[in-house]
């Protein structure tokens, strides 16, 4: 299968690696990095690969957000829009994958990048990684499930406090929240995932497929639903305008007053 965002590598029979390889872009969600993904993972779902490991390329990013560029003169249905397609194709079908796949955060996981990571089955960051939800410093709000899934890690409490904040949090204190399972040196990322992936390898990969469906039938889905339509309200505001046009001119936004 052909990429022009996506490096697949398999590393053993069952193991394979998907690098999202646009690091100039710091590896941001662009609509077709996402179609790229959804088709690399329905592959893989749909082949003997019984474990997926997904990092960024460089050593900067795992990934920085949906790409701002993209969506900032978005209408507010355009913006509604992204999110329902983005749902569907990668964060929704990730997590309902049943072959496990594991989020290898090298660098900063934010916005999109961030919601990708919790989509995924299993967190592992390295020393360097950074990890939030900074979408209301550009006037908009988590769009990709953030507002949903980090909850469900964290708690509402600490979510509430990332996202109104709009401050990442370093590896160490997402160890401490159990936003990742584990933290290692950045040399290290890629074999701590494999290491991961070779317990997987050793149990039922039906058994797998049901365990997951069983543990994300805990959690409903009007939520998301609220998210598709409120990431589209943002669209509308003067403040969404200042804020994607602030970070292009590299300034701070002058939002508007309530
Ligand atoms: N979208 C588009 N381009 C992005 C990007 C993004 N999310 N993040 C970084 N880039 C681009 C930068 O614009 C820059 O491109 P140019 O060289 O063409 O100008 C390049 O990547 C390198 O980035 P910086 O020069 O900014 O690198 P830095 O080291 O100074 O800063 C950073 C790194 C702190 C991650 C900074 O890039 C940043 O703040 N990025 C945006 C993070 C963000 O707000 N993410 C949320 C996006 S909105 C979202 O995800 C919505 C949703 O839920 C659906």
């Not at 069952?14 to 993972?41: F, M, S």
């Not at 779902?45 to 900032?72: H, L, Q, W, Y």
């Not at 990742?180 to 890629?190: A, T, Y």
């Not at 409120?230 to 002058?254: C, H, S, Y």
Request: glycine letters at 10%; proline letters at 4%; hydrophobic letters at 45%.
């Amino acid at each position: 299968m052909k990429f022009k965002y996506l490096l697949v590598k398999d590393i053993s029979d069952y193991i394979r690696l998907i690098t999202i390889n646009r690091p100039k872009q710091l590896n941001a969600l662009n609509a077709a990095v996402i179609e790229e993904l959804h088709r690399a993972l329905e592959e893989a779902e749909n082949t003997p690969v019984r474990a997926i490991i997904i990092m960024g390329s460089g050593e900067k990013a795992f990934v920085a957000g949906a790409d701002i560029k993209e969506f900032m003169h978005f209408t507010p249905e355009q913006g509604q829009a992204l999110s329902e397609k983005g749902h569907k194709l990668l964060f929704d079908y990730l997590e309902q994958m049943h072959t496990p796949v594991i989020a290898a955060i090298n660098g900063y996981a934010l916005g999109g990048g961030l919601e990708l990571a919790l989509a995924c089955h299993i967190r592992i960051a390295s020393e360097n990684a950074r990890l939030g939800l900074p979408e209301v410093s550009l006037g908009v709000i988590p769009g990709y499930g953030g507002t949903q899934r980090l909850a469900q890690h964290i708690g509402k409490g600490r979510a509430m406090e990332m996202i109104l904040t709009a401050q990442p949090v370093d590896a160490r204190k997402a160890l401490e929240y159990g936003l990742v399972g584990s933290v290692v040196p950045p040399e290290l990322l890629l074999d701590k995932a494999v290491e991961t992936a070779e317990k997987i390898l050793k149990n039922s990969p039906a058994a797998i497929g049901l365990a997951i469906e069983a543990v994300n039938a805990a959690y409903g889905k009007d939520g998301f639903k609220t998210e598709n339509r409120l990431f589209g309200q943002a669209f509308a505001t003067e403040d969404f305008k200042e804020g994607t046009q602030a970070f292009i001119e590299r300034r701070k936004p002058k939002f508007s007053g309530k």
